[in-house]
């Protein structure tokens, strides 16, 4: 049977492909390296020694607690003195830890790995909860054994700890027990499987990464980014610790000599490029001979619509990301570009890491967000509330998208925020936009009430729901953000965006200028723009019309620049451009004349001037060659990248053509005609109603009813939703109704 560590090279190499580039680094790429070593120690991503030596104690101590469990369990179930010594579990790490790229105050991700007899239900969840509860190191004690990998969670001396339970087909667990071995999976239930996946798949990455200092530096800096940009978060939708590792390992694979700063900047121009769902994995997909279900887009019709496959190394090989969606895949898209523009620039000195890791506005980004209120009577029904809530909030991701047809795209913040004036209380927030580059029509709308009900309706179903658990979901806008999520309880002053009237200005006097009369026409388009003033809304609704660089006016709703006249004043710059370029034209041509009829009058004595040093010759030339050198390689370099991105054939989900073969089947009927019908399609819900969960109106519902009335372009409008308590039926308000009109269009993208 075979091995899982055993790892396979192909042709020397670690890897599905080639690499990219075996080059070495540059003295450049050392500096720029030393500058990422020091920007991640002065943001504090290195933990004390006190600090590690308290955790390998608390491990140590972890290990003997289950030993202890596992002899008490045997003893129980009637088992012999002589097996109840012999009986064992043992603890492993994995994750951040396992890694050796956690923190100061991370989780350490663990596993107990127990014999047959030592069930999950009652031994682990049961017995060792109960162990742990009665221990005054312990605190913050939660079992999940209802998750997609059972866990129960708790801080042991203060360390948080995950601890997951693999129920293994052994009557006695060997202390030296290999668990990389594809053997252990034998006859192990579908929950062992996945909780040992995380073991396995940490120890085979260490095991594919061609130099491992480098990945863990290269990881420090790309799990940063991730967390200040908003996109480090596996619940929310985006990407978790172990999928941000794999797209690591993989730029490392691909560029195994380079340095830690030319794997961050290659992390980007790669994953910029990269053609999704086309998936990234470190080896081939193996069968395996248990016959676990592994990632085959080919075979499973499930996996046919994941957004972006990250597949593990370990068998059996799964999509790690697949709560991936395709609005949070456009987000973190946006953001690898973004990356990619800055490690550009960062090669001409142009930015550092610091402009690379600058945190995300989020909460200037959008013009709508809805915001999710969560409550509980008391802290640990909050936590456990909390943990539920957070564990389905994606699924409303999933059903907007779906009910909407992908028009209206969601962008979740990835972590929670608290009201310190509400106790036992905390609240997400989700940004909400059209969808780029579609057209919309006047007066459109979408009506996503049913929607958020249907989502409330499934978190309700909780089954240790307790009295007091409320959530509410309702509409604000961005100036209406609550100022507790801000930094110190202060909103940041918004810059006032330019203004299109502002950029004919500017290019009317650029044109004019190459004419020689630059002020004169720059003067004259300037009076007509301020005399028919574009306007800009600003966060407090202000009308704002930016004057120059630095200064704005605030000015009362003024008529707006009308269509007609802008494509006039178009007109006029475009005349002036091309005016300009044929004048410069004419210029040059008799520049040119000149210089030859010069150089054809001069005498011999004088042409001396014109002769060019042999030497200087032979710099240009090795100058030349240089650069024709470093293009070529970039040119080679590029195509690599693209056949990298783009799949091969040994790749079971590069075969978009196969795919699309397989997927013989029929839209539904409303979807197909969803144009047609978009706005029969947006009229308003009726009032709902839910048997099993009462409605709760909250001191919101006056100022949301308020909001419908003063829409602007591209807001929403809502009521306040209901909570879950006990059964009741009453009538529930309207929660909200999009509606986004065409100037939406012509404005373009919100800030």
């Known amino acids: 049977m075979g091995s899982s560590g055993v790892v396979k090279k192909t042709n020397g190499y670690l890897g599905v492909t080639e690499p990219i580039s075996f080059s070495g680094p540059s003295e450049v790429d050392v500096l720029k390296t030393q500058e990422l070593e020091k920007f991640l120690a002065d943001a504090g991503l290195y933990e004390s020694q006190e600090e590690a030596v308290s955790r390998e104690e608390v491990l140590g101590r972890l290990d003997q607690i289950v030993k202890i469990w596992v002899k008490n369990v045997s003893k129980a179930k009637g088992f012999n003195e002589q097996f109840v010594q012999e009986a064992n579990a043992k603890i492993f790490t994995f994750g951040s830890y396992r890694l050796g790229v956690h923190g100061p105050g991370a989780d350490i991700d663990t596993l107990c790995v127990g014999p047959k007899h030592a069930t999950r239900e009652e031994d682990f969840f049961a017995e060792l909860h109960n162990m742990l509860a009665e221990m005054p190191e312990v605190s913050e004690l939660h079992p999940v054994p209802d ?65 491992i200092q480098s990945f863990r530096t290269t990881l420090r800096c790309m799990r940063l980014w991730a967390k200040r940009r908003g996109v480090y978060s596996n619940v929310a939708g985006f990407l978790g610790g172990i999928n941000w590792a794999l797209l690591v390992a993989r730029i490392c694979q691909l560029y195994p000599n380079a340095l830690p700063s030319m794997l961050v900047s290659r992390f980007f121009r790669v994953f910029t490029q990269w053609r999704w769902p086309n998936p990234v994995m470190l080896c081939s997909i193996e069968e395996g001979q248990l016959g676990l279900p592994v990632w085959d887009p080919r075979r499973n019709p499930r996996d046919r619509h994941h957004q972006m496959p990250i597949i593990t190394p370990a068998y059996p090989c799964m999509n790690s990301s697949y709560n991936v969606s395709s609005s949070t895949l456009r987000v973190m898209t946006e953001e690898f570009k973004r990356g990619h523009e800055i490690c550009e620039a960062m090669e001409i000195n142009k ?67 608290s009201d310190k004036t509400k106790p036992f209380h905390c609240c997400y927030f989700m940004g909400l936009q059209r969808k780029q580059g579609v057209p919309s029509h006047e007066g459109e709308q979408f009506d996503i009430r049913a929607t958020v009900e249907e989502f409330k309706h499934n978190v309700g179903m909780y089954t240790l729901w307790k009295l007091g658990m409320e959530i509410q979901v309702h509409h604000i806008k961005r100036r209406n953000v609550p100022l507790f999520v801000f930094p110190g309880g202060v909103r940041p002053f918004r810059p006032v965006v330019k203004t299109k009237g502002q950029s004919l200005a500017q290019a009317g006097k650029a044109c004019a200028t190459a004419l020689g009369n630059g002020d004169k026409v720059a003067g004259v388009v300037a009076e007509s723009v301020n005399r028919k003033p574009l306007v800009t809304d600003a966060s407090d609704g202000t009308q704002v019309l930016e004057v120059s660089e630095g200064h704005s006016s605030h000015v009362p709703t ?154 602007e372009p591209m807001e929403l409008s809502a009521s306040s939703s209901s909570a879950p308590t006990s059964a009741s039926n009453v009538q529930r308000k309207p929660l909200i109704r999009i509606s986004l009109s065409s100037s939406v269009k012509a404005a373009g993208k919100t800030a």
Request: hydrophobic share 35%; charged share 30%.
């Open 147 to 211: 998750a997609h990998v059972p866990v129960m969670k708790f801080k042991f001396n203060g360390v948080s700890i995950d601890l997951l339970y693999a129920r293994l087909a052994l009557w006695v667990i060997p202390e030296d027990l290999d668990i990389s071995l594809d053997s252990i999976l034998q006859n192990a239930d579908e929950q062992t499987v996945r909780s040992l996946n995380g073991c396995r798949v940490t120890d085979q990455i260490l095991r594919l990464v061609p130099n």
């Open 351 to 417: 930015a550092d890491w610091k402009t690379l890791c600058e945190p995300y506005p989020f909460f200037e980004a959008y013009k709508n967000y809805l915001e999710i209120d969560i409550a509980a009577e008391n802290e640990d029904d909050l936590r456990k509330w909390k943990g539920w809530v957070e564990s389905r909030l994606r699924t409303l991701t999933l059903k907007i998208e779906r009910d909407t047809f992908g028009m209206l795209q969601c962008h979740p913040h990835p972590g929670d925020f």
């Open 558 to 711: 003024v008529s707006t620049f009308s269509d007609k006249e802008a494509e006039h004043s178009m007109e006029l710059v475009n005349g002036l451009a091309e005016s300009g370029t044929r004048a410069l034209d004419v210029a040059s041509e008799s520049k040119k004349r000149k210089l030859e009829v010069d150089q054809s009058e001069c005498s011999p004595v004088d042409s001396k001037r014109f002769a060019v040093d042999p030497k200087e010759v032979d710099h240009l030339a090795v100058k030349s060659s240089e650069i024709v050198a470093n293009v070529s390689s970039k040119e080679d370099e590029a195509l690599a990248i693209k056949k990298v991105t783009s799949g091969s054939p040994d790749n079971p989900a590069s075969l978009t053509e196969e795919l699309d073969e397989l997927e013989d089947y029929k839209l539904p009927e409303h979807t197909q005609n969803f144009e047609a019908g978009l706005n029969k399609n947006s009229v308003e819900c009726s009032t709902l109603k839910e048997p099993a969960i009462q409605a709760g109106i909250t001191h919101n519902d006056d100022k949301s009813i308020r909001g419908i009335e003063e829409l």
